[in-house]
């Protein structure tokens, strides 16, 4: 955004003009109001406040004050500043328990729509966002009449909230991304703001849950954090550092990575310490004791969230949870019906609209039949779908995505998941990507400091985001012929150019996305380094992004492939920041629900490696797991348990044996991609890869054994010479001696006694070798007939 500054000291100096009333103190004209946004003169009365909050902006940590009356002798003009300022949190909770509910596509896509709208276009609504240039959704004149609508045939109703609008400015938004928003506002608003929040996503979603909470500061707290009214019994800096030692301070103010008792302190006594109080109270709301924290004392409890009854005797919708209203049933004079006549809820023929409407099949002018001939007063508003935006990224950056296409404004959005998994080899696979920020948590408590601080570093964090899943996905996908067959959704069987992906998300620091299997790893390992370069390159925002250590940085040891080409070594941690990912390659057919279940679990565990890894070595970098799931029933429980008792084995007086190597490093990730990638393109034996793959089980010697073996039997110099180079030097070597311990990898375990023998554990790549093989093109060969057949052979 433009001067987020100025934004900043307009949004709290439209607060405290208003007072802590219903009625404004003094009410600022729009040429005021104008005159304050550029920075220029304004009335003496406004100008003695604008004064005070650029006082407050320009506190410095070197201005820190030791005690309470160091700080009143500073600041107390500020402190006497008895109007209080309105800070309101909020948005949806059990966000994929709302969008998971129907298994199929363009539910999920409708669903996932939705929830952007209301949170990109409906909540800055109620702030006249659409006038104020920097909200770029709303640029378009259609989306300004709906906002517009929504303020004043929505949040001005009589039954809603009436002359909440009127209290509100576009730059009491501090952040609207990533599926929250955190706002300013007058004091006595401050419950009807939450109320509104909570209440317009029960008006669209009808089932999904939301949560908003709000608390009123004092002026000198947005800049010290938490302050008693009677100063001197505040828990400064003086108490804190007699009681330190104690455990509840410790578990408040301790932070890793941080020595200095007053940097603790600091850190901790900040605009920060107001965000986390009512990120307190947002969870006890959201478990529904919210009753406590209100400022009128009048809100509601969230015990009883938003649901429908059910009925043993009336039919069920097709996601089996609501009740339906209607079946779609096609006839000769409907144009465009939808496949198999389905059984709609209200909820979910919201959700197949807006689906509809965001894969650009209709437009909010021409709305589909089925819907008119339901006769649903619902407005589903505008929101640019994600293949939309990923087509205006286009333009600014060059691009070969749309290369030999002679139509590009033909191609159209997969309309299910088997189209998408066509365009993999092999065919009818799919990739399943999330994504999750690292560090963020810790660089918030260090760096963000200050409203403005928050406002630069979402907006960042959300165009890194965003940026990179399109920087990916033009780097490795192009558009796919799909051609019909009698199991597609379309009407029409010609055939047809598609974009090969679905983005079902892109909020704040996340990313849940399904692309074709063989794609899957190189666009989440372009996602996570294409995220650490934009917020590092060209001084983001002026953001302190970059990795500044105060000692060299050896990242060597954290990385388990070590290449012997100079050219590719290991990259140095340069970013704070970064993206663990999980990858699941699965059948197009498998549950989304399931496979999102899974895909989470290997988030959460690259995430924990991360973690690790950032302790252990240094390394701040991007880590991805993955597993390759050939049929549903291949996991039982969970993937942890699936690994502990499947794939590790464990002997006594033996070193433990883990016959697999995930998660990786985004550079190891590399170097196992070219490594499986070697094997495909010297057409190594398939019959000898899986072999070797079923001998890992009886033991370390023999595995090596058989290895070795069928590695002097080999007849093709060019085999030999790639498993020495590619695997044996790059991946096996031994740490005591210049040999190597092929098929295996000692690491160390970091949990276990130093001293004893079997604290060495061996890993091995050999089986990710196998699962990934038939995933991993041939260069310069685009007939992978015989691996698809193979392939489909092993799986049935």
């Given at each position: 955004?433009?001067?987020?500054?100025?934004?900043?000291?307009?949004?709290?100096?439209?607060?405290?003009?208003?007072?802590?009333?219903?009625?404004?103190?003094?009410?600022?004209?729009?040429?005021?109001?104008?005159?304050?946004?550029?920075?220029?003169?304004?009335?003496?009365?406004?100008?003695?406040?604008?004064?005070?909050?650029?006082?407050?902006?320009?506190?410095?940590?070197?201005?820190?004050?030791?005690?309470?009356?160091?700080?009143?002798?500073?600041?107390?003009?500020?402190?006497?500043?008895?109007?209080?300022?309105?800070?309101?949190?909020?948005?949806?909770?059990?966000?994929?328990?709302?969008?998971?509910?129907?298994?199929?596509?363009?539910?999920?896509?409708?669903?996932?729509?939705?929830?952007?709208?209301?949170?990109?276009?409906?909540?800055?609504?109620?702030?006249?966002?659409?006038?104020?240039?920097?909200?770029?959704?709303?640029?378009?004149?259609?989306?300004?009449?709906?906002?517009?609508?929504?303020?004043?045939?929505?949040?001005?109703?009589?039954?809603?909230?009436?002359?909440?609008?009127?209290?509100?400015?576009?730059?009491?938004?501090?952040?609207?991304?990533?599926?929250?928003?955190?706002?300013?506002?007058?004091?006595a608003f401050v419950d009807d703001l939450a109320n509104a929040i909570e209440k317009r996503y029960?008006?669209?979603?009808?089932?999904?849950?939301?949560?908003?909470?709000?608390?009123?500061?004092?002026?000198?707290?947005?800049?010290?954090?938490?302050?008693?009214?009677?100063?001197?019994?505040?828990?400064?800096?003086?108490?804190?550092?007699?009681?330190?030692?104690?455990?509840?301070?410790?578990?408040?103010?301790?932070?890793?990575?941080?020595?200095?008792?007053?940097?603790?302190?600091?850190?901790?006594?900040?605009?920060?310490?107001?965000?986390?109080?009512?990120?307190?109270?947002?969870?006890?709301?959201?478990?529904?004791?919210?009753?406590?924290?209100?400022?009128?004392?009048?809100?509601?409890?969230?015990?009883?969230?938003?649901?429908?009854?059910?009925?043993?005797?009336?039919?069920?919708?097709?996601?089996?949870?609501?009740?339906?209203?209607?079946?779609?049933?096609?006839?000769?004079?409907?144009?465009?019906?939808?496949?198999?006549?389905?059984?709609?809820?209200?909820?979910?023929?919201?959700?197949?609209?807006?689906?509809?409407?965001?894969?650009?099949?209709?437009?909010?002018?021409?709305?589909?039949?089925?819907?008119?001939?339901?006769?649903?007063?619902?407005?589903?508003?505008?929101?640019?779908?994600?293949?939309?935006?990923?087509?205006?990224?286009?333009?600014?950056?060059?691009?070969?995505?749309?290369?030999?296409?002679?139509?590009?404004?033909?191609?159209?959005?997969?309309?299910?998941?088997?189209?998408?998994?066509?365009?993999?080899?092999?065919?009818?696979?799919?990739?399943?990507?999330?994504?999750?920020?690292?560090?963020?948590?810790?660089?918030?408590?260090?760096?963000?400091?200050?409203?403005?601080?928050?406002?630069?570093?979402?907006?960042?964090?959300?165009?890194?985001?965003?940026?990179?899943?399109?920087?990916?996905?033009?780097?490795?996908?192009?558009?796919?012929?799909?051609?019909?067959?009698?199991?597609?959704?379309?009407?029409?069987?010609?055939?047809?150019?598609?974009?090969?992906?679905?983005?079902?998300?892109?909020?704040?620091?996340?990313?849940?996305?399904?692309?074709?299997?063989?794609?899957?790893?190189?666009?989440?390992?372009?996602?996570?380094?294409?995220?650490?370069?934009?917020?590092?390159?060209?001084?983001?925002?002026?953001?302190?992004?970059?990795?500044?250590?105060?000692?060299?940085?050896?990242?060597?040891?954290?990385?388990?492939?070590?290449?012997?080409?100079?050219?590719?070594?290991?990259?140095?941690?340069?970013?704070?920041?970064?993206?663990?990912?999980?990858?699941?390659?699965?059948?197009?057919?498998?549950?989304?629900?399931?496979?999102?279940?899974?895909?989470?679990?290997?988030?959460?565990?690259?995430?924990?490696?991360?973690?690790?890894?950032?302790?252990?070595?240094?390394?701040?970098s991007g880590t991805v797991d993955f597993l390759v799931m050939k049929a549903v029933t291949m996991?039982?429980?969970?993937?942890?348990?699936?690994?502990?008792?499947?794939?590790?084995?464990?002997?006594?007086?033996?070193?433990?044996?883990?016959?697999?190597?995930?998660?990786?490093?985004?550079?190891?990730?590399?170097?196992?991609?070219?490594?499986?990638?070697?094997?495909?393109?010297?057409?190594?034996?398939?019959?000898?890869?899986?072999?070797?793959?079923?001998?890992?089980?009886?033991?370390?010697?023999?595995?090596?054994?058989?290895?070795?073996?069928?590695?002097?039997?080999?007849?093709?110099?060019?085999?030999?010479?790639?498993?020495?180079?590619?695997?044996?030097?790059?991946?096996?070597?031994?740490?005591?001696?210049?040999?190597?311990?092929?098929?295996?990898?000692?690491?160390?375990?970091?949990?276990?006694?130093?001293?004893?023998?079997?604290?060495?554990?061996?890993?091995?790549?050999?089986?990710?070798?196998?699962?990934?093989?038939?995933?991993?093109?041939?260069?310069?060969?685009?007939?992978?007939?015989?691996?698809?057949?193979?392939?489909?052979?092993?799986?049935?």
């Amino acid at each position: 955004m433009k001067n987020p500054h100025q934004r900043i000291i307009t949004a709290i100096t439209w607060c405290l003009a208003w007072g802590e009333q219903r009625e404004p103190k003094k009410m600022l004209s729009e040429e005021m109001l104008q005159a304050l946004r550029n920075g220029e003169t304004v009335t003496d009365e406004v100008a003695e406040i604008v004064e005070g909050v650029k006082q407050l902006q320009g506190i410095t940590e070197a201005d820190f004050p030791q005690t309470t009356n160091e700080l009143l002798s500073k600041y107390g003009d500020l402190w006497k500043q008895n109007t209080k300022i309105g800070l309101v949190y909020g948005g949806a909770t059990k966000i994929k328990q709302y969008v998971f509910e129907a298994a199929k596509l363009p539910y999920i896509r409708g669903a996932s729509a939705i929830l952007d709208r209301i949170n990109l276009v409906d909540l800055p609504a109620f702030f006249g966002a659409e006038k104020d240039k920097d909200f770029l959704q709303l640029k378009d004149e259609e989306t300004k009449r709906y906002c517009q609508q929504v303020r004043e045939e929505w949040l001005n109703r009589e039954d809603n909230f009436p002359g909440l609008f009127q209290a509100l400015i576009p730059e009491l938004i501090i952040y609207s991304t990533g599926g929250s928003i955190l706002a300013f506002c007058p004091a006595a608003f401050v419950d009807d703001l939450a109320n509104a929040i909570e209440k317009r996503y029960t008006h669209e979603t009808l089932t999904a849950n939301s949560c908003a909470v709000g608390d009123t500061f004092k002026l000198l707290e947005f800049r010290f954090g938490l302050l008693s009214d009677s100063i001197h019994e505040t828990f400064w800096l003086d108490k804190y550092l007699k009681n330190q030692d104690n455990a509840v301070v410790k578990a408040y103010f301790d932070q890793p990575g941080v020595d200095s008792p007053q940097q603790k302190f600091r850190d901790r006594k900040s605009f920060n310490e107001l965000v986390l109080k009512l990120a307190n109270q947002f969870s006890q709301r959201r478990n529904g004791n919210g009753n406590r924290n209100n400022i009128s004392g009048n809100r509601s409890s969230r015990c009883y969230p938003p649901m429908f009854e059910t009925h043993p005797y009336l039919h069920r919708d097709d996601s089996d949870s609501h009740n339906a209203i209607v079946r779609v049933e096609n006839d000769e004079n409907q144009n465009k019906g939808l496949p198999n006549e389905p059984w709609l809820s209200e909820t979910l023929a919201r959700k197949l609209l807006m689906g509809q409407i965001t894969k650009r099949e209709y437009n909010k002018g021409d709305l589909p039949k089925w819907w008119n001939k339901l006769g649903l007063n619902w407005e589903p508003g505008k929101i640019e779908g994600w293949v939309k935006r990923f087509e205006d990224y286009r333009f600014d950056v060059p691009s070969k995505y749309y290369q030999g296409i002679e139509n590009p404004e033909r191609v159209e959005e997969a309309r299910s998941l088997r189209e998408i998994a066509s365009a993999s080899t092999p065919s009818g696979f799919v990739a399943y990507i999330y994504a999750d920020g690292n560090n963020m948590g810790g660089y918030i408590r260090q760096k963000i400091k200050s409203p403005e601080d928050y406002q630069r570093f979402s907006q960042d964090i959300f165009e890194a985001t965003e940026k990179s899943v399109y920087a990916a996905i033009d780097k490795h996908l192009r558009p796919h012929y799909f051609i019909p067959d009698a199991k597609s959704s379309r009407d029409n069987k010609s055939p047809v150019w598609i974009h090969p992906f679905e983005i079902i998300t892109i909020g704040g620091d996340d990313v849940l996305l399904v692309v074709p299997a063989d794609k899957g790893l190189e666009i989440a390992k372009t996602i996570g380094e294409e995220f650490e370069n934009r917020l590092i390159d060209e001084n983001k925002s002026q953001g302190d992004y970059s990795l500044v250590p105060t000692k060299p940085i050896d990242n060597s040891k954290a990385h388990r492939y070590h290449s012997k080409d100079s050219s590719e070594q290991p990259p140095v941690s340069k970013c704070k920041l970064s993206m663990s990912t999980g990858v699941l390659i699965t059948a197009c057919d498998t549950p989304i629900y399931y496979a999102d279940k899974l895909v989470s679990q290997l988030l959460k565990s690259a995430k924990k490696t991360a973690k690790d890894l950032k302790k252990n070595h240094q390394y701040y970098s991007g880590t991805v797991d993955f597993l390759v799931m050939k049929a549903v029933t291949m996991i039982s429980s969970n993937i942890k348990e699936f690994r502990e008792q499947g794939l590790t084995k464990v002997s006594p007086d033996k070193p433990k044996l883990k016959l697999y190597s995930s998660p990786y490093t985004l550079y190891e990730l590399g170097g196992l991609l070219k490594t499986v990638g070697a094997f495909k393109n010297t057409n190594f034996p398939r019959s000898q890869l899986y072999q070797i793959r079923s001998l890992l089980e009886r033991g370390k010697r023999t595995a090596i054994l058989n290895y070795r073996y069928f590695r002097v039997r080999l007849q093709d110099d060019n085999a030999k010479q790639l498993l020495e180079e590619q695997f044996e030097q790059t991946w096996c070597e031994a740490k005591t001696n210049n040999g190597n311990i092929a098929p295996w990898m000692s690491v160390g375990d970091e949990n276990e006694d130093k001293n004893a023998d079997t604290t060495t554990i061996y890993e091995t790549i050999w089986r990710d070798i196998v699962d990934l093989y038939p995933f991993i093109p041939e260069e310069n060969n685009t007939d992978n007939s015989r691996d698809n057949q193979e392939f489909q052979r092993e799986v049935g």
